[in-house]
Structure formats: structure tokens, C-alpha cells
């Protein structure tokens, strides 16, 4: 549990209203412990791995279908063709962008994280979170200019997930493998005890 780690990214709409510092320091401030970070622009080769995992078109496009289904409106096609639209707009968003990469771990460090950056999208995020606090975006607005969601940031869904997304964006000897003093807090039930 201690050694969980999960993949965030901060993505090219976050870097460019200066969100990185504020990022990062919400998850220092929730205890987690940065163990890899870098400033890349991804190709389309390595956007493809990231969200190309298990049946991720296929889950993508029948929640697009339901979401549209809920709202009365109607779209048209398999929910794989339609899950392969939504990559297409995210291989436009994030390729020839830069976007900041990091591993992050700690005890539920999955499901914290995605607390702290909130719901998929910034309109029906929680005040606090990242999405919340910062977020001008819809999928109405997304949709209506024919793009991807932009949403700031990014959060592995699973340990799973996080697992598969540090292969696409890490190389192992890129972890690195430290001691971080708030550890002791959290894992050391005598941590700051009178000497008697």
C-alpha cells in the first residue's frame, strides 16, 4: 500500500495558466511523495499507449453514448468507432504540446489523487479540487468546437492503470527510490514522543 504509485499529468491548458506549482503543491500538502517528473511533448505514438489500455475505446465510447443518451440527445455509431473520435481529439490536444509528467506515491496514493483533481469534468467538480477551483471548461463547450475536454490535468484510474501509464512515460531507472521525512509520520506509530 505504502509503495502505490499513480501517474499525473498536468496537461497543456494547465501549463499555460501556470497551474504546475499549484499542482504539485496540493499533493505535497496531502502527504504524497514525488518519485519521477519531466517536461515532455508526447507524440502520438505514446498518447495511443497511455489511453489505448484493456478495452479503454470501447469503455470510452459507450460512456460518451450514455452521457449523450441522458442528455436526450442522440449519437450515432459502435461504441468503439465512437471511442476512437475521443482519442483522435486527445492525440490533437496533448501531441506537440508540452505536458508535465509525474509519478507520485504513497498509502491510496490512486485514489486520493483523483479527489484532489476532481470530477472528468471541471463543471461538475467540487469546490477544492483542482478541476473546481480552476476549471472554465464543459463538454457542451468541447463538443460544440469538435475537441477534445480540456481539463488541466490528468490521474491513473487504477494501480493498475498507473502501472501501465509509467511504462508509456518512464523508464524504470527514472523512479527513484528515497526517504521522505513525512513517511515517518505516517508509518512510524512513535514518530515525535517526550523523551522521558
Known sequence: ??????????????????????IISRFERAGMKMVAAKLLCPTKVQVEKHYVYGDWLYNTGKKTIESYEKKGMKITGKPEEIGK??????INYLVDRP?????????????????????????MADIGSVR??????????????????????????TPEEAEHE?????????????????????????????KK
Open 166 to 194: 509509467m511504462t508509456v512515460w518512464f523508464k524504470p531507472a527514472e523512479l527513484l527510490n528515497y526517504d521522505l521525512f513525512l513517511e515517518e509520520l505516517v508509518h512510524n506509530k512513535n514518530w515525535g514522543k517526550i
Open 85 to 90: 473520435k475521443t482519442l483522435n481529439k486527445l
Open 132 to 157: 473546481g477551483d480552476y476549471g472554465l471548461e464543459s463538454y457542451a463547450m468541447a463538443d460544440g468546437l469538435d475537441r477534445a475536454l480540456y481539463n488541466m490535468i490528468h490521474a491513473s484510474g
Open 99 to 123: 505536458v508535465f509528467f509525474m509519478v507520485w506515491q504513497g498509502p491510496g496514493v490512486v485514489e486520493i489523487a483523483r479527489k484532489i483533481i476532481g470530477h472528468t469534468s471541471p463543471q
Open 1 to 22: 500500500m505504502t509503495k502505490e504509485k499513480t501517474v499525473i499529468a498536468i496537461k497543456p491548458d494547465g501549463i499555460q495558466r501556470g497551474l504546475i506549482g499549484e
